[in-house]
């Protein structure tokens, strides 16, 4: 079977940074009412005809991706997840069988994420940015390994709700399957971090990287902890139960990003950083982005819906529903993010608590009326912050200003010239050591030229210029010589980010 | 697409709390410096150092407690492994004021060993408002 994700993957590369359709409701349906629930339902479908036309209507791949592999919820008294279940344990039987120089092996998949003994991390992305991104990309070729070894190419690794079952399913406690494992516990009930007053919480966050930072700190970390055993190890993974665990927490990604419709990061260097430890289905090496997994859902497997919190499953689209999201993904949506026009400002530059930047670009505020004059401007304007190094401690945190050059630690966040702000979260060195994320910033600054506009504080021949301020975390000591070093500022003239609604 | 400026960081103490197998509470003020308490979205606890040899499984239970009034349980959280320092966030569900306190307990989620010896140092609890 051709590999879904490796073929469009490949073929969309250079136009796919982001991965949003244009979907707001009105231009989706040209005005005809939709309900929201056979409105999101349809994003599954949106990718495969978005992939399609991109490929030039390939219809046997369009065929392929629309029957991609089930994720299915962990339960009781269904044969599609008994089927599911039946052959995770033939794969894991497998890959147990192979030698441990083999890279399919049990041991040797395992040993991507970590050790028992010692009990350490490898390549697994904890306490990062990365944490999403790099299990996904760790359960897709896991599983493409399981769809090989078992002959079952329609094989989709199931899932654990914990929210909706907190007794971990029969199959993984039964000593005569291959699924069971010495644990310390098989069960999260009674734990409020599986409850869905704390899904609802965490689900209720609509920015990608706290979403994400709040969901692995509270149900994923304490399911490792309350399982116990090697579950709680950086070998993690050589309990069974690792895998639909993990499903989950990438399930709760898919559910919170496509049927909540939160976005994820747009930020370049996010998308952009790419590992080469995973092997597919035949033992070789493939190096993959972390901005291709957030297609994958789309194009590579699907999940079955299920209730977090009480954010409930959805229903499947009928077909007349199917065909309005069809008709209007046939008639084009750009998912390209294009930047028009690019505003240097300066190169390589560095900032500090004792030195902020304030810098005039070579434009003015007539040069944006029409973008900033009109609610219905397709544009926007960006502040791109490129950094070159870090500070070695998260000692101080940035603010960025238009128009204001006397702005220090002191003008607050709502004055009318603040902007935005960015820090350094989860970009330190906390990812073990064997990769380095350079992450950049944008700052849409184009709602602070609109406010100052509106006010009378920037008339048209008045230069723009942009100000970074470092400002310290609280009465954390600074380091004199802790630096933000700058490879470039920048502003960007980009059409409005195409999205996901 | 969301925000690609990363949140920012609030914090108005810098506070280090030392726990142990005897002394399982810390106990964080909302001091009266903090602006804006209602605004800040999430509790920061930066945990920085850890020693749990025998990788006895904790979590933390991190509760609001009002000036006057009962606490809220706000979240928990876990170290993945046991012996594993980290930054992790808990939403405040805009319930913090001022007066009150950020109450973090900790949670031993196996009966340890006699001989078993757990020290978590909370360098730092803070507010952040994205």
């Known amino acids: 079977m051709t590999k879904l994700f490796d073929a469009a993957n490949s073929m969309l590369k250079p136009s796919t940074r982001s991965v949003s359709v244009d979907m707001t409701r009105d231009s989706l349906f040209g005005g005809k009412e939709m309900n929201r629930r056979a409105f999101v339902s349809g994003l599954g479908f949106v990718g495969a005809g978005l992939i399609a036309s991109t490929l030039g209507g390939c219809e046997a791949l369009l065929e392929q991706i629309e029957n991609r592999p089930v994720r299915r919820r962990l339960r009781t008294g269904s044969s599609a997840v008994n089927a599911a279940i039946t052959t995770y344990e033939e794969a894991v039987a497998e890959m147990k069988d192979l030698d441990d120089d083999d890279p399919r092996s049990w041991n040797a998949q395992a040993g991507l994420h970590g050790t028992v003994t010692p009990n350490v991390f490898n390549f697994c992305q904890h306490g990062t940015n990365h944490f999403f991104s790099w299990h996904r990309a760790y359960l897709y070729y896991f599983e493409r390994i399981c769809q090989e070894l078992t002959g079952n190419s329609d094989f989709g690794l199931p899932y654990w709700n914990w929210n909706q079952n907190q007794q971990m399913h029969g199959a993984f406690t039964d000593p005569a399957s291959t699924l069971s494992h010495e644990r310390n516990s098989t069960s999260v009930a009674g734990n409020s971090a599986f409850s869905d007053s704390t899904m609802d919480t965490i689900f209720s966050d609509n920015n990608f990287f706290t979403f994400g930072s709040q969901l692995e700190g509270s149900p994923h970390n304490m399911a490792h902890v309350l399982i116990g055993e090697d579950m709680v190890t950086g070998g993690s993974p050589q309990d069974p139960i690792f895998w639909p665990h993990h499903c989950m927490v990438d399930y709760c990604w898919a559910k919170w990003n496509i049927e909540l419709e939160n976005d994820n990061t747009n930020n370049d260097a996010w998308h952009e950083t790419s590992w080469n430890h995973f092997v597919n289905e035949n033992g070789n090496a493939v190096e993959i982005t972390a901005g291709s997994t957030v297609l994958m859902p789309l194009i590579s497997y699907r999940y079955e819906t299920s209730t977090v919190g009480s954010a409930l499953g959805l229903a499947a689209l009928n077909a007349t529903e199917l065909r309005l999201v069809e008709e209007r993904i046939r008639a084009g949506a750009d998912v390209r993010f294009d930047i028009r026009r690019r505003i240097p400002i300066v190169e390589r530059t560095a900032l500090s608590l004792a030195r902020p930047f304030s810098a005039e670009t070579t434009v003015s505020a007539g040069d944006f009326a029409a973008l900033i004059e009109s609610d219905r401007a397709t544009e926007r304007v960006f502040a791109s912050i490129n950094h070159a190094r870090l500070p070695s401690k998260n000692d101080f945190f940035v603010r960025v200003f238009i128009n204001l050059p006397s702005a220090n630690t002191a003008t607050p966040t709502d004055d009318p010239h603040f902007a935005g702000s960015f820090a350094f979260f989860g970009t330190h060195t906390g990812d073990h050591g064997k990769h380095r994320h350079k992450t950049d910033y944008l700052v849409n600054i184009t709602d602070t030229l609109k406010r100052l506009r509106d006010r009378g504080m920037l008339a048209d021949g008045s230069p723009i210029s942009v100000q970074l301020v470092a400002v310290p975390i609280a009465d954390a000591p600074m380091r004199p010589d802790a630096e933000l070093v700058l490879d470039s500022i920048e502003l960007l003239i980009s059409p409005v980010m195409i999205r996901t609604r | ?130």
């Open chain 2, 1 to 130: 697409m969301g925000n690609a400026a990363q949140p920012s960081i609030i914090s108005e103490s810098n506070g280090t709390y030392r726990m142990d197998l005897a002394n399982k509470i810390a106990v964080h003020p909302v001091g009266t410096k903090l602006i804006g308490p209602e605004r800040q979205k999430f509790v920061q606890i930066e945990i920085s150092d850890v020693v749990n040899p025998a990788t006895v499984p904790i979590g933390f239970d991190v509760h609001y407690r009002p000036g006057n009034g009962e606490k809220v349980l706000l979240g928990m959280i876990a170290l993945f492994p046991p012996d594993k320092p980290g930054t992790f966030i808990v939403a405040t569900r805009g319930l913090l004021r001022r007066g009150g306190a950020i109450v973090v307990s900790m949670l031993v989620l196996k009966e340890p060993e006699p001989t078993d010896r757990i020290q978590v140092t909370l360098k730092r609890i803070s507010f952040r408002t994205e």
